[in-house]
């Protein structure tokens, strides 16, 4: 259901409100619902706080094998007719919510154990999308359009996890973790589902929107319906996301060093009086009957650093 200016409710078709005639709000972006004020945790739980985290991360990629096949039909229903059938958008959607709850739950925003068969909307984090037409073009492009979101999408989760180390051991001894990083991993999370939720077609909403939050409050703020975050957040959003990045670019450049720095070898097949018999240059390496195998290390083949 779309909004009107005045409070009355009008189905998605219309673009104008039948009651004044005013235009719409519609919103079909990922609304995500979750307390800015960190809660207090258990300090065993903390501890345990990535083991605990493996089951429902575990449950959630299970979940995530439906959910791709699902988008695949997805996909070709709202190319040809605009729509994604309500009941595929919400499949997709309450994997969504899940992981979203798996998410906060492992990095520390929310205490309460992500449960996938809860569905009530008594809980520390909610999410809530609406179904809708999509373009068919966009959606035809979807992963190609989505390519700049996917990118700060990685960066964000680089992001977080650099947070949540800190807010481990801060919670670890005060079963609290900081207001500002609090708000700030809740926002980049935020930012992660409202991606998925646009990848996956529940949206036709980029999920740029409110990325630093959607304003600024230095007085406790009980909910995130308007995400006023501090100012300590939104530096903390920036400078994480830029550690994150320099931390992707330096584990991706070392991993190729390290790659670089292993020995590499050429293989031959010899008879038994030692000639040779062939070059292996593919797996799996057989030599022909009555030889055997032997490798000679490859000289100045590697490129220098």
């Avoid at 004044?20 to 960190?38: H, I, W």
């Avoid at 609090?182 to 949206?203: E, G, K, N, V």
Wanted: glycine share 8%; hydrophobic share 45%.
């Amino acid at each position: 259901m779309a909004l009107c200016v005045n409070g009355h409710t009008n189905e998605d078709s219309f673009k104008f409100c039948q009651e004044c005639g005013a235009s719409l709000l519609v919103d079909r972006s990922l609304q995500v619902y979750v307390s800015l004020e960190p809660p207090v945790h258990g300090r065993v739980s903390v501890f345990f706080r990535g083991l605990l985290a493996v089951v429902p991360t575990l449950i959630g990629a299970v979940m995530g094998i439906g959910v791709f096949i699902v988008v695949i039909g997805a996909w070709f229903t709202a190319v040809f007719t605009g729509k994604v059938p309500d009941r595929l958008h919400g499949f997709v959607a309450r994997w969504v919510d899940y992981q979203t709850r798996v998410r906060a739950y492992s990095h520390l925003v929310t205490a309460r154990y992500p449960d996938a068969l809860n569905v009530s909307n008594n809980r520390e984090i909610t999410t809530t999308v609406t179904s809708g037409p999509l373009k068919r073009s966009a959606a035809l492009f979807r992963i190609v359009l989505a390519i700049p979101a996917a990118l700060l999408n990685g960066l964000t989760g680089m992001a977080t996890f650099l947070m949540a180390i800190v807010m481990w051991f801060w919670a670890l001894f005060t079963t609290k973790t900081p207001r500002s990083l609090h708000q700030a991993t809740a926002t980049l999370i935020r930012y992660q589902s409202r991606f998925a939720a646009y990848y996956y077609l529940l949206t036709p909403e980029q999920p740029w929107h409110g990325f630093r939050g959607e304003g600024q409050a230095e007085t406790q703020q009980p909910t995130s319906n308007q995400w006023a975050l501090t100012k300590g957040a939104r530096r903390a959003i920036i400078v994480s996301t830029v550690l994150g990045g320099l931390l992707y670019i330096g584990l991706n450049v070392g991993f190729l060093i390290f790659m670089n720095s292993l020995p590499k070898y050429e293989y031959y097949c010899v008879d038994s009086e030692g000639y040779f018999a062939g070059r292996i240059d593919g797996l799996p390496q057989i030599c022909p009957p009555g030889s055997d195998e032997f490798k000679i290390k490859m000289q100045d083949t590697r490129y220098r650093w």
